[in-house]
């Protein structure tokens, strides 16, 4: 989409009525242009002028040469074979030199606690847990569980990171994993809770 606008006027040198449709064209783009990613002007109720309602970038950037004390969020080609474009953030503190890196957002996260059987038994989620992108746990005996995914991961290298309780009594010498599933498998898991990240 594109937004017209003139610049340049009103010119000193000009009639005020010569200049007077684009100013007014001008003056009705601004709102336009505004509610773009934010919240225009007269909001509905719960909604703040000015204010973000989401950020959207068009293309995929390079990394920034910021000057002293500036932070810089951007989108970023990411990954060899399929490309991807990630969030990147770019920092340069006083007197240091510039950090650029790689931040993922969480692609799942999930609880689960063992059940002694029958199997399969598909795994209800413990309460007061968050849960991001998982469509179902199933555990298919007393030493496996699959995962699956809500969305699939767009690409394998993901990594696993568990919690602190689940590094205690981690049970598994098998993990395999794919775009759709995660596949935990080795040790005793009934009555065990694990918790997971993946970015």
């Given at each position: ?28 783009n601004?709102k ?22 989401h ?14 004390i ?6 970023k080609?990411?990954g ?43 795994i ?11 469509a ?6 007393t ?40 596949v ?9 809770t ?6």
């Open positions: 989409m594109t937004i017209s606008y003139t610049t340049g006027i009103p010119d000193a040198n000009h009639n005020p009525s010569i200049d007077q449709p684009n100013m007014l064209i001008n003056n009705d601004i336009q242009i505004i509610g773009i990613d934010h919240c225009s002007f007269d909001p509905p109720v719960g909604e703040v002028s000015g204010q973000h309602l950020v959207t970038f068009p293309i995929a950037q390079s990394n920034p040469s910021l000057t002293q500036q932070t810089q969020l951007y989108p080609a990411f060899s074979g399929t490309t991807l474009l990630e969030t990147y953030t770019a920092a340069r503190m006083s007197n240091s030199a510039q950090i650029n890196g790689y931040l993922p957002f969480v692609k799942a996260l999930f609880t689960f606690t063992g059940v002694p059987g029958p199997y399969p038994a598909v209800t989620q413990p309460t007061d847990t968050l849960t991001v992108n998982v179902n746990i199933t555990q298919t005996s030493t496996s569980v699959t995962v699956t995914f809500s969305t699939p991961l767009p690409y394998t290298t993901y990594r696993l990171f568990p919690s602190a309780e689940s590094t205690a009594a981690w049970p598994f010498n098998l993990i395999t994993k794919n775009l759709t599933t995660i935990f498998s080795g040790g005793l898991i009934s009555n065990r694990f918790s997971y990240m993946v970015i």
